[in-house]
């Protein structure tokens, strides 16, 4: 029998060995993938089961309704809509631990199929089935039903059981500078934005825009295909106030399937918490990742995690340490850094806290919490996740001021080794925490982590995600296809 959602499952302690770098533990020896989009070899050759986010919030307008969203077709163009479709060969899957051990207990399950064009215009039917108890819990999955509980078409909005469906094309809501974070690995670049002058000397980056900002967002001007979908809390039969949301895509698994017996799918991809395998997971692990379960992530994944910084440390590199070593570098000023995302006077004494914030990799939220409540909390990195969020700089403030991660050089606890490029014995990574942002935002908007700085006007209503890019040269309003800012 499960146990109830307990705190101790963010307590578990993993003899893991302490790491010294605070993002990828293994620098992938093939190409840097980008973010969540096309990041393993799967889903580079199956785009419509490739998960570019997942989102799962209180509506702000109604709390007392769940709003999940899943995200495939990464980088889609606008100039060619048409062609992203849903894979009818796709099982797509929005599951709900409800007891904290991280394993489902409801699931929601989305079959897309074609359809007669005077049936659907769009091309596609969609069915969705449940919420309700998973017939076949894991990595291997079965219907829950034979009647679906929302029969609809693609690019409309459904409400019926008291389930609200919007499956279609929107605009990509993912915010990172990924180009920059690239060069800043492969040592062509050191930070996101230019440090003419330092304590630890030039630091080379992009130069300030005239807008304010120095960033470039790399998934401005694509579109995605959204599975957004809204029911009643209540609905996935919640035993507490806590529930862990992930989602999954599975493949048929086989082509033809013997009368009488149940087709079933097999995951290849998932997601829970944002960018995690981007920052945390090797891509010759990534296969392996996405074909497990959050119940195994902390026997699976904690050593790709760096232990957190202690509050009784002896020698002194503890949280405080670290904000006052990077408040003295300037790096929580307007122009050089983000502000802190902890106090100088935050106490940890869990050399596991990173560990239990990332796994398992779910979202986990808390629904007597308010919608909007962000930053992170006593049981995760912050409570669900809305489109709006600044997820990026939120793990980057995260990481730069509690990874523990082995600075020394000077004998000063938590102080940067020179020269540079010998950091943490020639790896790179470390410096793009320093600043605790990319930059995509004006610096005076930096301190609100609700606002990712979107190239299109986020929806406040169902579905939340903005409009699809337009056609180029479509004089919409807002207008067409954004175009990035010249490169540095």
Same mark, same amino acid.
């Given at each position: 029998m499960k146990s109830t959602f307990p705190r101790t499952l963010l307590c578990r302690r993993v003899a893991v060995a302490a790491l010294a770098i605070p993002l990828l533990v293994v620098l992938p020896a093939s190409r840097v993938r980008a973010a969540d989009h096309r990041e393993s070899p799967t889903a580079d050759g199956a785009p419509e089961g490739d998960i570019t986010d997942f989102f799962g919030f209180l509506d702000p307008n109604n709390?007392?309704?769940?709003v999940l969203i899943m995200n495939v077709n990464p980088f889609a163009v606008p100039a060619e809509v048409a062609s992203y479709n849903f894979s009818n060969n796709f099982l797509y899957q929005f599951k709900v631990d409800t007891v904290g051990d991280g394993s489902e207990d409801m699931v929601t399950q989305v079959l897309f199929q074609p359809a007669l064009k005077t049936e659907c215009p769009s091309g596609q039917g969609v069915l969705v089935y449940g919420p309700a108890p998973p017939a076949m819990a894991g990595a291997t999955n079965t219907l829950v039903s034979e009647f679906p509980t929302v029969s609809a078409c693609t690019n409309t909005t459904v409400t019926q059981n008291g389930v609200t469906v919007f499956t279609g094309v929107r605009d990509d809501p993912f915010v990172f500078d990924f180009g920059q974070y690239t060069r800043i690995l492969n040592g062509s670049q050191d930070v996101f934005r230019n440090i003419a002058s330092s304590a630890l000397g030039p630091l080379r980056g992009r130069s300030l825009h005239t807008d304010g900002t120095s960033g470039v967002d790399a998934f401005g001007g694509f579109n995605v295909s959204s599975i957004a979908i809204e029911l009643p809390a209540t609905m996935t039969q919640p035993t507490?106030?806590?529930?862990?949301l992930w989602a999954t895509v599975g493949a048929l698994s086989t082509s033809t399937v013997a009368f009488g017996t149940s087709p079933t799918w097999t995951q290849f991809q998932r997601m829970g918490q944002q960018a995690f395998k981007t920052l945390y997971v090797p891509s010759a692990k990534r296969e392996a990742?996405?074909?497990t379960i959050p119940a195994n992530d902390i026997a699976n994944w904690s050593s790709l995690v760096p232990n957190a910084l202690n509050s009784n440390d002896p020698g002194g590199n503890t949280p405080a340490a670290r904000y006052q070593l990077l408040d003295s570098l300037g790096l929580f000023t307007a122009g050089a850094g983000a502000p802190a995302l902890f106090p100088q006077t935050f106490f940890n004494s869990d050399p596991n806290l990173l560990r239990e914030l990332l796994l398992p990799d779910v979202l986990r939220l808390d629904l007597t919490l308010t919608p909007n409540t962000l930053a992170v909390t006593t049981f995760g990195l912050q409570n669900?996740?809305?489109p709006g969020d600044d997820v990026i700089d939120i793990q980057l403030r995260m990481l730069r001021q509690l990874s523990d991660v082995d600075f020394a050089g000077s004998g000063r606890p938590g102080a940067l080794q020179l020269p540079l490029n010998n950091l943490a014995g020639g790896d790179r990574r470390v410096l793009a925490v320093l600043e605790g942002t990319d930059f995509i935002r004006p610096d005076s908007t930096l301190g609100d982590l &609700?606002? &990712?700085?979107n190239?299109?006007?986020l929806l406040t209503t169902f579905p939340f995600l903005a409009t699809p890019q337009p056609l180029p040269g479509d004089n919409s309003v807002p207008p067409g296809t954004t175009g990035?800012?010249?490169?540095?």
């Open positions: 709390a007392a309704n769940l507490g106030n806590r529930i862990n990742y996405n074909a669900g996740r809305r &609700s606002q &990712s700085g190239d299109r006007p990035f800012p010249p490169q540095q």
